[in-house]
């Protein structure tokens, strides 16, 4: 009769996900794994799979909270006021604590290009974001807080390429101030 798994699944999901957060795909090895989840090998085979297996929910579960995030604040009701507060979300985490980034950009960076079934999850990721976008601004629209004639699509993926370029430069050590630059700037640009 197999032993009952003594851990906690979800924390051991959580753990992996900052793992692969921070280090990224490549340089996270199964030992790290195992030592940073607290569970012995066979163990985590048997919960997760393989790394690949493991990586995928893991974003997966990463994409879940941005996802929860990206729908409370980027809706037509919050129009300016959504995009403006999902910007310092995205300044305060990426300027405090370890600069990891962000989960979802750092592996379309990583692993897009060779790994079909990720890129696929990240552009659904990507295009929740965009929608969001494109709801507040319609919001902002309706307003007063934007010009009636201007390109949702277009304005949308300048701000989900904001985001982008603001996790880049996160990594490479850009200050609080100068993402928050950016962000200002954002909202300058489109209002």
């Given at each position: ?14 753990k ?29 085979y048997?919960?997760?799979?393989d790394?690949?297996?493991l ?9 879940r ?16 006021d ?17 600069r ?9 960076v990583?692993l ?29 629209i309706?307003k007063?807080?934007v ?26 050590d ?13 909202i300058?640009?489109?209002?």
């Amino acid at each position: 009769m197999a032993r009952p798994k003594e851990f906690d699944r979800q924390a051991a999901l959580d753990k992996a996900m900052y793992l692969f957060w921070t280090r990224g795909f490549e340089a996270t090895t199964m030992t790290d794994l195992r030592k940073e989840i607290g569970i012995g090998r066979q163990s985590l085979y048997d919960t997760f799979g393989d790394k690949n297996q493991l990586f995928s929910e893991a974003l997966q579960q990463y994409m879940r909270i941005n996802d929860a995030n990206v729908a409370e604040l980027l809706n037509e009701e919050n129009g300016i006021d959504g995009i403006r507060s999902l910007l310092d979300s995205r300044v305060k985490m990426l300027s405090s604590g370890v600069r990891r980034g962000c989960l979802m950009m750092n592996s379309t960076v990583e692993l897009s290009l060779h790994d079909q079934d990720v890129a696929a999850k990240l552009q659904t990721g990507l295009t929740t974001m965009q929608e969001g976008f494109e709801k507040a601004l319609r919001g902002a629209i309706k307003k007063g807080q934007v010009k009636p004639d201007v390109d949702v699509s277009n304005l949308a993926s300048f701000l989900v390429a904001q985001v982008a370029g603001m996790v880049v430069l996160s990594k490479n050590d850009a200050s609080k101030q100068e993402l928050q630059a950016i962000a200002d700037f954002a909202i300058k640009a489109i209002t």
